[in-house]
């Protein structure tokens, strides 16, 4: 049960890392940069981590 949960977490998280990135191309074409994508990435790997530890 916890592994499905951190599976749907690591899935919500990585749409949003692919939300975040077009929305970062859309920011750096109109000349603003957000470094938020930063922080999703490390998301990413945390959720990972926590996986493998289950």
Do not use: P, T
């Not at 939300?19 to 938020?36: K, P, R, V």
Request: proline share 0%; hydrophobic share 45%.
């Amino acid at each position: 049960m916890s592994r499905d949960v951190a599976l749907l977490r690591l899935y919500i998280i990585f749409r949003c890392y692919i939300w975040q990135f077009s929305e970062q191309a859309n920011f750096q074409s109109l000349g603003l940069i957000d470094h938020n994508y930063q922080n999703l990435s490390y998301d990413i790997l945390k959720s990972l981590s926590n996986i493998l530890n289950l």
